[in-house]
């Protein structure tokens, strides 16, 4: 079956311009997440979905960063204001439930954001 | 808090040669959950393995095998035989055990592991 879809795979912007990410979960998964990688690191958790609703943001670096759920199935990451240390992969991952014990988080291929 | 530590950025090793991974992690907690992936030039993390605090039962999958021991706080992964295929970047990662914060995944910054042929 079809797996985690993202979209862009590539984006480049400029410093000060908003971008949208946009993440297809599979089918069926409740929950959803967005992650960060930037060059060199590991992944950085920022936001989770149960549903439509986000109880755990803590992630989000900024304000300028805020992400939505609809019909619990696409999710979007909206960056504003761009700036040049917002450039890494954005990695989303949907799971069946939420306790990792019991639910393996299926990731998609990222896109990759360059701010320039 | 929650910390996993790879302290091995890169390793490079010839075709079928064995090679571990290591990873060491910190945390609070006594239930958790360990996990390895690996993430291949394409970009998708693809799940290795999960391992529960509970379990220190050594595992092995074929090539793959995972050493737990927690009185080092280390989960090492070993590659016997290792193959081109094998070249990717694998990542340690830990969560904490049922409740609250059971979903959130801390990663190491992961090992780039170059098979050479």
């Known amino acids: 079956g079809a797996g985690v879809s993202q979209s862009p795979s590539n984006k480049v912007t400029e410093k000060g311009k908003d971008v949208e990410l946009r993440c297809d979960p599979i089918?069926?998964?409740?929950?959803l997440y967005w992650y960060r990688q930037r060059l060199g690191q590991g992944l950085e958790f920022l936001i989770y979905?149960?549903?439509?609703?986000?109880?755990?943001k803590s992630g989000l670096p900024s304000d300028r960063f805020s992400a939505e759920r609809t019909g619990e199935s696409v999710s979007t990451l909206t960056i504003q204001r761009t700036q040049q240390e917002d450039s890494a992969v954005y990695l989303c991952?949907?799971?069946?439930?939420?306790?990792?014990?019991?639910?393996?988080?299926?990731f998609g291929p990222g896109t990759r954001l360059t701010v320039t | 808090a929650q910390k996993v530590t790879q302290a091995q950025t890169e390793i490079s090793v010839v075709e079928k040669e064995d090679v571990t991974l290591d990873c060491v992690y910190e945390?609070?907690?006594?239930?958790?959950?360990l996990f390895w992936y690996k993430q291949p030039p394409s970009g998708e993390l693809v799940f290795l393995i999960r391992r529960n605090s509970f379990d220190e039962q050594n595992e092995i999958s074929g090539r793959y095998s995972w050493n737990f021991q927690k009185s080092t706080s280390s989960f090492n992964f070993t590659i016997t035989a290792s193959q081109v295929v094998d070249s990717a970047v694998y990542f340690c990662a830990l969560s904490e055990g049922p409740g609250a914060g059971s979903y959130q995944l801390t990663f190491g910054k992961g090992t780039k592991l170059s098979v050479i042929p």
């Open positions: 945390t609070r907690d006594t239930t958790y959950y």
């Open positions: 991952a949907s799971s069946h439930g939420r306790d990792l014990l019991f639910y393996e988080q299926y």
């Open positions: 089918s069926g998964h409740t929950a």
């Open positions: 979905f149960q549903g439509n609703s986000a109880p755990d």
